[in-house]
Nanobody, 124 residues
Framework: QVHLVESGGGLVQAGDSLRLSCLVSGTSTAYTMGWFRQAPGKEREFVAALNWTGGTKKYADFVKGRFTISRDNAKNTVSLQMNRLKPYDTADYYC??????????????????WGQGIQVTVSS
């Protein structure tokens, strides 16, 4: 079993930065990790993912060049640095873990564990 807890959300203005963190705990933490987001009235969508070593990363096109995913396995944390935020980045952001650490999934069904989500609001 894996437990994920997100932190770092909040209200910012367009152009600002935020750093989300996800604390991973459980019987094993050797997972592919991902971030997803869900805006009101919309489906949950993929944002970014990285493999167990952190050497392979994948991003959604709409965040490339603005967001960076990273992990610190010694601290069991995964972070999402979000720069140049835009109003359409407003959403609940979710941390997720994929038990098959050889995969780098982009679909919600690829992930086995989810955090409770954290709100990010970007005002114009």
């Amino acid at each position: 079993q894996v437990h994920l807890v997100e932190s770092g959300g909040g209200l910012v203005q367009a152009g600002d930065s935020l750093r989300l963190s996800c604390l991973v705990s459980g019987t094993s933490t050797a997972y592919t990790m991902g971030w997803f987001r869900q805006a009101p009235g919309k489906e949950r969508e993929f944002v970014a993912a990285l493999n167990w070593t952190g050497g392979t990363k994948k991003y959604a096109d709409f965040v490339k060049g603005r967001f960076t995913i990273s992990r610190d396995n010694a601290k069991n944390t995964v972070s999402l640095q979000m720069n140049r935020l835009k109003p359409y980045d407003t959403a609940d952001y979710y941390c997720a873990a994929e038990a098959d650490h050889t995969m780098l999934g982009v679909a919600t069904g690829d992930y086995d564990y989810w955090g409770q989500g954290i709100q990010v609001t970007v005002s114009s």
